[in-house]
């Protein structure tokens, strides 16, 4: 159980598109889902918390107009990246609380390629 | 200077070596310690997670915090191939479902 799903695993966009990311919980309902950024060889960075039904919490340095993040529903969280550049081009982790369990589990993660 | 701090190595070890790692933090207020395992282009997996100070065993792997020197511990007995990866800490003031800081992650080469 407690399985958390990604999609894409890996997109490529072209400079100045915007690239939607689907985290899904699949077996569990999740109120907080978190959202995190890796560069190569580095560690995870977490951008945004995320609330069903509530506006996202942004880390100081992230740009909320920038990635927007959507928590529609107790199974979902998108994050949207918008008017995409090279600079953006991360591997993008999302984690689901799982309240019982008091543990966040974490997706598979999705490769941005920005051209 | 960052808030948990992770030696990236690598770290080699030969088969059946106990693997050791650490992270050091300066942030007093953190409560909870997690130990995470990282596979190449794959998400965290938690391994170990600790509430304040002491030790915890499980199967092969014994975590270890010690808060008054700031310093937490990982222990991999009896490694295998199958354990190279790059391990992650992390840290949170609140229980697991608020915020992590996560150290920058050793990556661990267990040779056969």
């Known amino acids: 159980g407690a399985v958390v799903s990604q999609h894409p695993s890996r997109v490529i966009c072209k400079s100045g598109t915007s690239v939607k990311i689907e985290c899904r919980s699949l077996?569990?309902?999740?109120?907080?889902m978190f959202w995190y950024r890796q560069f190569p060889k580095k560690s995870l960075m977490l951008m945004a918390t995320s609330n069903e039904g509530s506006k996202a919490t942004y880390e100081q340095g992230v740009e909320k107009d920038k990635f927007l993040i959507n928590h529609a529903s107790l199974t979902l969280s998108t994050l949207t990246v918008t008017s995409a550049h090279p600079e953006d081009s991360s591997f993008y982790i999302c984690?689901?609380?799982?309240?019982?369990?008091?543990?966040?589990?974490f997706g598979p993660g999705t490769r941005l390629t920005v051209l | 200077q960052k808030e948990v701090e992770q030696d990236p190595g690598p770290l080699s070890v030969p088969e059946g070596a106990i693997v050791s790692l650490n992270c050091t933090y300066s942030?007093?207020?953190?409560?909870?310690f997690m130990w995470y395992r990282q596979y190449s282009r794959k998400g965290p997996e938690l391994l170990m997670y600790t509430y304040s100070s002491g030790n915890k065993e499980d199967g092969r792997f014994t975590a270890q915090v010690d808060k008054s020197s700031k310093y937490i511990s990982l222990f991999i007995r009896d490694s295998q191939p199958s354990d190279s990866a790059t391990y992650l800490c992390a840290m949170s003031v609140g229980a697991a479902g608020n915020k992590l800081t996560f150290g920058g992650g050793t990556r661990v080469l267990v040779k056969p």
């Open positions: 984690s689901a609380f799982l309240t019982g369990n008091n543990e966040q589990f």
């Open positions: 942030n007093s207020a953190f409560q909870y």
């Open positions: 077996d569990f309902q999740a109120t907080t």
